[in-house]
């Protein structure tokens, strides 16, 4: 179980502020990385439609689940969760082989972003 009451609010807020700077700075980047990654996955025109949307769908999903656990745990420990959620994302986003790992793991970035949205 993680401890967080050594840990300072500016410091687990600051991880709620970079959800919005993640977010624009993934459509920002994917639009530009979508021509490479389409390239080097042979993605068809849906694949790539799917790559970019996927974060949207994650956000959808991560801000509708997030209500329920914020009652129960508190924006603290979902911020804590969204940032571990967010590294692994875009770790193994970074390293997927085909298109159904780069479509999972975008919807689990969306999931980190909608966490920090709510």
Excluded at 61 to 84: E, Q
């Amino acid at each position: 179980m993680l401890v967080l009451k050594k840990v300072s609010n500016g410091f687990i807020y600051s991880f709620g502020a970079l959800g919005g700077l993640l977010f624009g700075y993934d459509i920002a980047s994917i639009s530009g990385a979508i021509l490479f990654i389409e390239k080097q996955l042979h993605l068809g025109p849906w694949q790539q439609g799917m790559v970019v949307s996927s974060v949207l769908i994650g956000a959808i999903i991560g801000a509708l689940a997030t209500s329920k656990f914020l009652d129960t745990y508190g924006r603290r420990k979902l911020l804590v969760w969204a940032s571990i959620i967010f590294f692994v994302g875009a770790i193994t986003s970074g390293f997927a082989p085909d298109f159904w790992v780069l479509l999972i793991t975008r919807i689990v970035l969306g999931v980190g972003v909608g966490i920090t949205s709510a």
